[in-house]
């Protein structure tokens, strides 16, 4: 398993480690949630009060990882953010004023599912051999 300084973006994995209770905690979620996704409910990710602030707290590294993604997928975020099967139904206006609005005001399910997002991206670096 990679360590903090190891993965892409060090800044973001520092934040889901904290999040989750430190590095060792989250080393022990991570193939949990790789293989079963954010949503089966991992500590400082199960409540909307706890991912929306994570999500305000860490926007700036949540988004680059994003943007990244986006690059190299030749995608806009927007467009990757609306596959997200928890935001189905979720207007693309809804979810641009999540990535680019103001960051103390942001659709609730749109910033759960950034902060899901962020966990996921995280740990699957993390166990990726």
């Not at 009060?49 to 707290?57: H, I, L, P, R, V």
């Not at 935001?87 to 902060?115: D, F, M, Q, R, W």
Request: hydrophobic letters at 35%; a negative charge.
């Amino acid at each position: 398993m990679k360590t903090i300084n190891q993965t892409s973006n060090p800044s973001l994995t520092r934040a889901v480690a904290k999040q989750c209770g430190g590095f060792e905690s989250l080393k022990e979620i991570a193939p949990n949630v790789a293989n079963y996704g954010a949503g089966s409910g991992f500590s400082g990710f199960i409540w909307h009060s706890d991912t929306t602030e994570f999500y305000a707290k860490n926007r700036k590294a949540i988004l680059e990882n994003l943007e990244n993604l986006a690059s190299d997928l030749g995608e806009t975020m927007i467009a990757i953010v609306k596959e997200f099967k928890c935001l189905k139904g979720y207007s693309e206006s809804e979810i641009g004023a999540t990535l680019y609005g103001s960051k103390a005001k942001h659709e609730t399910a749109v910033a759960n599912a950034l902060a899901w997002y962020a966990l996921e991206e995280v740990c699957r670096e993390l166990t990726d051999e």
